[in-house]
T-cell receptor, first 111, second 112 residues
Framework: GQSLEQPSEVTAVEGAIVQINCTYQTSGFYGLSWYQQHDGGAPTFLSYNALDGLEETGRFSSFLSRSDSYGYLLLQELQMKDSASYFCAVRVNTNAGKSTFGDGTTLTVKP | DVKVTQSSRYLVKRTGEKVFLECVQDMDHENMFWYRQDPGLGLRLIYFSYDVKMKEKGDIPEGYSVSREKKERFSLILESASTNQTSMYLC???????????FGQGTRLTVV
């Protein structure tokens, strides 16, 4: 079976840094993605890691360690608009890019 | 701007009805997906397709079927709707490498 574990809720203050972890146990692994979803909105793509290491995109960074089956999303200089749900997803096959999603982490940013 | 469009934002159907959810993408993507999203359960894959007329079951295909007659369109069919299929349904598409998926706005289906 496939399982992805991420915290259900995280709270942080504006301007702070927050890290959302994701550990996975899947039958295949071809990459780890992160998506953001605001209430009532569609998930939007944030990042993708296929190889170990850190990928940086503006205030957001994503890290992967394949040997530890672990990744994280790092959000810096938090803003109120970052309050949303964040999902990690593991691409489990090469055919059609089938991905398994975690249950999501709700991030609340407080003033 | 890339776009995935789902035909309805909200839908109310009766138990036993046959329900069609339509999804169209304008990015010429090979892959298309149907997910359902329930509180606390994340996104669960129902079916996906990697080419016209090609489909594969996802993690929760029971009670659903799909159709992909044209590359840009992927339909989800509930053969006989039941109350436990009340949910948010999300369609997505991605290019062949599958690295980045684009999602539609979702259809909130209520079965009464």
């Amino acid at each position: 079976g496939q399982s992805l574990e991420q915290p259900s809720e995280v709270t942080a203050v504006e301007g702070a840094i927050v890290q959302i972890n994701c550990t996975y146990q899947t039958s295949g692994f071809y990459g780890l993605s992160w998506y953001q979803q605001h209430d009532g909105g569609a998930p939007t793509f944030l990042s993708y890691n296929a190889l170990d290491g850190l990928e940086e995109t503006g205030r957001f960074s994503s890290f992967l360690s394949r040997s530890d089956s672990y990744g994280y999303l790092l959000l810096q200089e938090l803003q109120m608009k970052d309050s949303a749900s964040y999902f990690c997803a593991v691409r489990v096959n090469t055919n059609a890019g089938k991905s398994t999603f975690g249950d999501g982490t709700t991030l609340t940013v407080k003033p | 701007d890339v776009k995935v469009t789902q035909s309805s934002r909200y839908l109310v159907k009766r138990t036993g009805e046959k329900v069609f959810l339509e999804c169209v993408q304008d990015m010429d993507h090979e892959n298309m997906f149907w997910y359902r999203q329930d509180p606390g359960l994340g996104l669960r894959l129902i079916y996906f397709s990697y080419d016209v007329k090609m489909k594969e079951k996802g993690d929760i295909p029971e009670g659903y079927s799909v159709s992909r007659e044209k590359k840009e369109r992927f339909s989800l069919i509930l053969e006989s709707a039941s109350t436990n299929q009340t949910s948010m349904y999300l369609c997505a598409s991605s290019p062949s490498d599958g690295r980045k998926a684009f999602f539609g706005q979702g259809t909130r289906l209520t079965v009464v």
